[in-house]
């Protein structure tokens, strides 16, 4: 089974040969299989959104080596990386980031087009994610007139649309009630075994993290399963 994410022996400090320098990576590893759901569960602080930015070719460590679908970016190019974000990787937020002035439909059809699909093709893709997640009438809305739940829920279309090897997730039901906040987790699930990708979701919620396949904690900067 090839592996969607490699992190080897990670390093990240801020504020480097200053007074006030955190180390707030000290020799991460970790490595996903294609099809597997990995939780990361920190305390605040922790820096585990430094390590999904790293992961998601965002932010570059300090040391170490970062490889998405087998393909070594460790040292790779702006224009690499970007392009590497663009065709493997899917990244969904706490807060949903819908382009406001444009429907649910287009939120995810434009990834698509960035990514070199045709209009057509990329308007199926999209009204058939949004179907999966029960959002079939809500195409032609804008993010304004949506639920949070159904914000989140096309958030997650829009992460998926280009059909990613990875999907990186930060608290991606932080903001919602616990019964959307299952119902969109569920349906998050439902997909990482129906297409194999993988996902590293960063969530405080513990009964979440109980049903994904492994859960990680991050706690002075390493990583302990």
Same mark, same amino acid.
């Given at each position: ?18 007074? =006030? ?15 597997? %759901?990995?939780?990361?569960? %920190? ?12 992961? $998601? ?6 040391? $170490? ?20 974000? +663009? ?19 287009? =939120? ?16 199926? +893709?999209?009204?058939?994610?949004? %179907? +999966? ?9 804008r993010p304004s007139a ?23 997730a930060d608290e991606p039901? $932080? =903001? ?14 439902a997909l990482v075994r ?32």
């Amino acid at each position: 089974m090839s592996n969607a994410l490699q992190l080897e022996m990670l390093e990240k400090c801020y504020n480097r040969g200053q007074p =006030n320098e955190i180390a707030v990576l000290r020799g991460v590893n970790l490595t996903i299989p294609a099809g597997q %759901a990995v939780a990361l569960v %920190a305390p605040s602080g922790a820096g585990k959104s430094t390590l999904l930015h790293i992961a $998601g070719l965002l932010d570059v460590p300090d040391a $170490g080596r970062v490889a998405i679908a087998g393909q070594d970016l460790t040292g790779a190019s702006d224009r690499a990386r970007t392009a590497a974000r +663009r065709a493997d990787l899917g990244f969904v937020y706490q807060f949903h980031h819908l382009l406001p002035e444009f429907s649910a439909l287009e =939120n995810i059809v434009l990834p698509q087009l960035a990514n070199g699909t045709a209009r057509r093709p990329a308007e199926a +893709r999209a009204r058939d994610l949004l %179907a +999966r997640v029960g959002l079939s009438e809500r195409a032609d809305h804008r993010p304004s007139a949506l639920s949070g739940g159904e914000q989140q829920r096309v958030a997650f279309c829009r992460a998926l649309a280009n059909g990613p090897k990875l999907l990186l997730a930060d608290e991606p039901t $932080g =903001n919602l009630d616990p019964a959307t906040s299952e119902r969109v987790f569920d349906m998050l699930m439902a997909l990482v075994r129906e297409t194999g990708m993988a996902a590293l979701i960063a969530t405080h919620n513990l009964e979440l993290a109980a049903k994904m396949d492994r859960v990680l904690r991050l706690d002075g900067g390493l990583l302990t399963e």
